[in-house]
Protein backbone atom coordinates (compact mmCIF):
# COMPACT_ATOMS: atom_id res chain seq x y z
CA UNK A 1 0.00 0.00 0.00
CA UNK A 2 0.99 3.77 -0.67
CA UNK A 3 -0.61 6.92 -0.20
CA UNK A 4 -0.93 8.13 -4.27
CA UNK A 5 0.08 12.32 -4.42
CA UNK A 6 0.30 15.07 -6.80
CA UNK A 7 3.26 16.50 -8.42
CA UNK A 8 3.57 18.96 -5.45
CA UNK A 9 6.87 17.45 -3.90
CA UNK A 10 8.44 16.83 -0.62
CA UNK A 11 11.53 18.09 0.82
CA UNK A 12 13.17 16.28 3.43
CA UNK A 13 14.90 12.84 3.14
CA UNK A 14 13.57 10.62 6.10
CA UNK A 15 16.36 10.06 8.02
CA UNK A 16 14.85 9.34 11.19
CA UNK A 17 12.42 7.12 9.60
CA UNK A 18 15.52 5.49 8.27
CA UNK A 19 17.23 5.53 11.71
CA UNK A 20 14.24 3.85 13.26
CA UNK A 21 13.58 1.12 10.85
CA UNK A 22 17.37 0.23 11.06
CA UNK A 23 17.43 0.41 14.91
CA UNK A 24 14.53 -2.14 14.80
CA UNK A 25 16.34 -4.75 12.31
CA UNK A 26 19.49 -4.23 14.69
CA UNK A 27 17.38 -5.28 17.53
CA UNK A 28 15.43 -8.12 15.86
CA UNK A 29 18.65 -9.54 14.04
CA UNK A 30 20.31 -9.69 17.96
CA UNK A 31 17.25 -11.06 19.13
CA UNK A 32 17.09 -13.84 16.95
CA UNK A 33 20.82 -15.17 17.71
CA UNK A 34 19.37 -15.32 21.61
CA UNK A 35 18.50 -18.72 22.99
CA UNK A 36 14.63 -19.15 24.53
CA UNK A 37 15.93 -18.66 27.63
CA UNK A 38 17.72 -15.51 26.60
CA UNK A 39 15.14 -13.54 24.49
CA UNK A 40 12.77 -14.25 27.57
CA UNK A 41 15.67 -12.47 30.09
CA UNK A 42 15.74 -9.54 27.47
CA UNK A 43 12.49 -9.35 26.81
CA UNK A 44 11.73 -9.30 30.80
CA UNK A 45 14.29 -6.38 30.95
CA UNK A 46 13.62 -4.13 28.19
CA UNK A 47 9.88 -5.14 27.26
CA UNK A 48 7.00 -3.30 28.78
CA UNK A 49 5.44 -5.31 31.45
CA UNK A 50 2.77 -3.50 33.14
CA UNK A 51 2.97 -5.43 36.72
CA UNK A 52 6.65 -4.46 36.87
CA UNK A 53 6.27 -0.90 35.83
CA UNK A 54 3.17 -0.54 38.89
CA UNK A 55 5.26 -1.98 41.33
CA UNK A 56 8.32 0.64 40.59
CA UNK A 57 6.08 3.15 40.41
CA UNK A 58 5.14 1.99 43.81
CA UNK A 59 8.48 1.94 45.37
CA UNK A 60 8.36 -1.97 45.13
CA UNK A 61 12.05 -3.36 46.33
CA UNK A 62 12.02 -6.05 43.30
CA UNK A 63 11.17 -4.02 40.73
CA UNK A 64 14.05 -2.15 39.28
CA UNK A 65 14.72 1.54 39.51
CA UNK A 66 15.03 1.74 35.85
CA UNK A 67 11.40 0.13 34.87
CA UNK A 68 10.17 3.55 33.26
CA UNK A 69 12.87 3.49 30.53
CA UNK A 70 11.07 0.36 29.01
CA UNK A 71 8.39 2.52 28.28
CA UNK A 72 11.07 3.60 25.06
CA UNK A 73 12.92 0.55 24.72
CA UNK A 74 9.71 -1.94 24.05
CA UNK A 75 8.98 0.39 21.32
CA UNK A 76 12.32 -1.99 19.79
CA UNK A 77 11.51 -4.55 20.18
CA UNK A 78 9.33 -7.42 17.96
CA UNK A 79 7.91 -11.12 18.48
CA UNK A 80 8.41 -12.32 15.20
CA UNK A 81 8.87 -11.61 11.58
CA UNK A 82 5.37 -10.55 10.44
CA UNK A 83 5.17 -8.24 13.70
CA UNK A 84 8.05 -6.47 12.69
CA UNK A 85 8.07 -6.21 9.02
CA UNK A 86 3.98 -4.98 9.18
CA UNK A 87 5.22 -2.39 11.63
CA UNK A 88 8.26 -1.07 9.89
CA UNK A 89 5.73 -1.17 6.81
CA UNK A 90 3.17 1.34 8.24
CA UNK A 91 5.72 3.47 9.66
CA UNK A 92 7.81 3.63 5.93
CA UNK A 93 3.99 4.26 4.39
CA UNK A 94 2.91 6.69 6.99
CA UNK A 95 5.97 7.86 9.03
CA UNK A 96 7.70 9.78 5.92
CA UNK A 97 5.28 11.62 5.25
CA UNK A 98 4.66 13.08 9.11
CA UNK A 99 8.53 13.66 9.34
CA UNK A 100 8.49 16.02 6.16
CA UNK A 101 5.41 17.90 7.88
CA UNK A 102 7.38 18.25 11.11
CA UNK A 103 11.13 17.87 10.67
CA UNK A 104 13.47 15.66 11.90
CA UNK A 105 13.65 16.55 15.72
CA UNK A 106 10.12 17.19 16.29
CA UNK A 107 9.19 14.15 14.76
CA UNK A 108 11.43 11.98 16.21
CA UNK A 109 10.00 13.43 19.89
CA UNK A 110 6.36 12.93 18.30
CA UNK A 111 6.94 9.20 17.86
CA UNK A 112 8.61 8.48 20.97
CA UNK A 113 6.49 10.48 23.00
CA UNK A 114 3.14 8.89 21.35
CA UNK A 115 5.07 5.64 22.01
CA UNK A 116 5.27 6.13 25.71
CA UNK A 117 1.57 7.28 26.07
CA UNK A 118 0.86 4.51 24.13
CA UNK A 119 2.20 1.81 26.63
CA UNK A 120 0.72 4.15 29.60
CA UNK A 121 -2.69 3.73 28.16
CA UNK A 122 -2.08 -0.49 27.90
CA UNK A 123 -0.33 0.09 31.33
CA UNK A 124 -3.72 2.48 32.57
CA UNK A 125 -6.42 -0.15 31.56
CA UNK A 126 -3.98 -3.48 32.64
CA UNK A 127 -1.68 -2.46 35.38
CA UNK A 128 -1.33 -5.81 36.88
CA UNK A 129 -0.65 -8.02 33.76
CA UNK A 130 2.72 -9.76 33.73
CA UNK A 131 2.55 -10.29 30.18
CA UNK A 132 5.23 -8.14 28.18
CA UNK A 133 4.57 -5.28 25.59
CA UNK A 134 6.75 -4.87 23.26
CA UNK A 135 6.35 -3.46 19.23
CA UNK A 136 6.41 -0.01 17.58
CA UNK A 137 2.24 -0.69 17.05
CA UNK A 138 1.49 2.42 19.54
CA UNK A 139 4.19 4.61 18.42
CA UNK A 140 2.93 4.15 14.83
CA UNK A 141 -0.51 4.76 15.61
CA UNK A 142 0.63 7.87 16.86
CA UNK A 143 1.83 8.35 13.17
CA UNK A 144 -1.14 6.97 11.60
CA UNK A 145 -3.33 9.34 13.82
CA UNK A 146 -1.61 12.51 12.59
CA UNK A 147 -1.59 11.00 9.19
CA UNK A 148 -5.33 11.30 9.30
CA UNK A 149 -5.46 14.40 10.98
CA UNK A 150 -2.61 16.38 8.16
CA UNK A 151 -3.93 14.14 4.78
CA UNK A 152 -7.50 13.20 5.33
CA UNK A 153 -8.09 13.38 1.41
CA UNK A 154 -5.03 11.41 0.71
CA UNK A 155 -5.43 7.75 -1.18
CA UNK A 156 -3.97 4.77 0.13
CA UNK A 157 -3.34 1.74 -2.65
CA UNK A 158 -4.21 -1.44 -1.01
CA UNK A 159 -3.19 -4.70 -2.41
CA UNK A 160 -6.58 -6.83 -2.36
CA UNK A 161 -6.40 -10.78 -2.74
CA UNK A 162 -9.07 -12.29 -5.16
CA UNK A 163 -9.19 -16.09 -4.69
CA UNK A 164 -6.46 -16.45 -7.26
CA UNK A 165 -5.16 -13.35 -7.99
CA UNK A 166 -4.18 -10.12 -6.22
CA UNK A 167 -5.61 -6.38 -7.55
CA UNK A 168 -5.20 -3.12 -6.15
CA UNK A 169 -8.11 -0.65 -5.11
CA UNK A 170 -7.70 2.88 -3.42
CA UNK A 171 -9.00 3.82 -0.46
CA UNK A 172 -9.25 7.29 0.96
CA UNK A 173 -7.05 7.69 4.16
CA UNK A 174 -10.31 8.84 6.33
CA UNK A 175 -11.75 5.68 5.54
CA UNK A 176 -8.73 3.50 5.86
CA UNK A 177 -6.92 4.24 9.08
CA UNK A 178 -10.58 5.48 10.55
CA UNK A 179 -11.94 1.91 9.77
CA UNK A 180 -8.24 0.75 11.40
CA UNK A 181 -8.80 2.46 14.70
CA UNK A 182 -12.33 2.65 14.86
CA UNK A 183 -11.57 -1.85 15.09
CA UNK A 184 -8.79 -1.19 17.44
CA UNK A 185 -11.26 0.69 19.98
CA UNK A 186 -13.99 -2.11 19.76
CA UNK A 187 -11.46 -4.54 20.98
CA UNK A 188 -10.27 -2.14 23.32
CA UNK A 189 -14.02 -1.94 24.95
CA UNK A 190 -14.45 -5.47 24.06
CA UNK A 191 -11.25 -6.75 26.55
CA UNK A 192 -12.97 -4.38 29.60
CA UNK A 193 -15.74 -6.68 29.97
CA UNK A 194 -14.59 -10.22 27.75
CA UNK A 195 -13.80 -12.69 29.73
CA UNK A 196 -10.82 -13.86 27.75
CA UNK A 197 -7.75 -11.55 27.93
CA UNK A 198 -7.71 -10.25 24.29
CA UNK A 199 -4.02 -8.99 25.22
CA UNK A 200 -2.97 -12.42 25.73
CA UNK A 201 -3.14 -12.81 21.81
CA UNK A 202 -0.05 -10.61 21.56
CA UNK A 203 -2.11 -7.61 20.85
CA UNK A 204 -2.30 -4.34 22.73
CA UNK A 205 -5.32 -3.20 21.86
CA UNK A 206 -4.83 -0.17 24.09
CA UNK A 207 -1.86 1.14 23.32
CA UNK A 208 -2.93 1.00 19.66
CA UNK A 209 -6.53 2.74 20.34
CA UNK A 210 -3.96 5.24 22.99
CA UNK A 211 -1.14 5.91 20.42
CA UNK A 212 -3.58 6.76 17.36
CA UNK A 213 -5.94 9.19 19.83
CA UNK A 214 -2.44 11.19 21.49
CA UNK A 215 -1.31 11.10 17.79
CA UNK A 216 -4.10 13.57 17.00
CA UNK A 217 -3.29 15.40 19.89
CA UNK A 218 0.53 15.96 19.70
CA UNK A 219 0.99 16.09 16.29
CA UNK A 220 -0.91 19.69 16.04
CA UNK A 221 0.56 20.94 19.47
CA UNK A 222 4.08 20.07 17.33
CA UNK A 223 2.98 22.24 14.28
CA UNK A 224 1.74 19.98 12.07
CA UNK A 225 -1.63 22.05 11.04
CA UNK A 226 0.60 25.11 10.99
CA UNK A 227 3.52 23.22 8.23
CA UNK A 228 3.84 23.85 4.85
CA UNK A 229 1.45 22.63 2.78
CA UNK A 230 3.11 19.49 0.73
CA UNK A 231 1.35 16.61 -0.75
CA UNK A 232 2.62 12.94 1.06
CA UNK A 233 5.08 11.06 -1.05
CA UNK A 234 4.65 8.16 -3.01
Excluded at 208 to 221: A, D, Q, W
Aim: hydrophobic share 50%; charged share 10%; net charge negative.
Amino acid sequence: MVPLHDDNPTTLTPVVIYGLIGLNIAVFVFQLNLSQQGLDSFFDAWALVPTQLTESFEGALEAPAYEWITLVSSQFLHGGFFHVGGNLLYLWVFGNNIEDQLGHVKFLIFYLGCGVLAGLTQWVFDPYSAIPTIGASGAIAGVMGAYILRFPRASIVTLIPLIIFFTTIRIPAIFFLGFWFVQQALFSLASLSSDVNLGAGGVAYWAHSGGFVFGLILGPLLGLMGSKSRSPRR
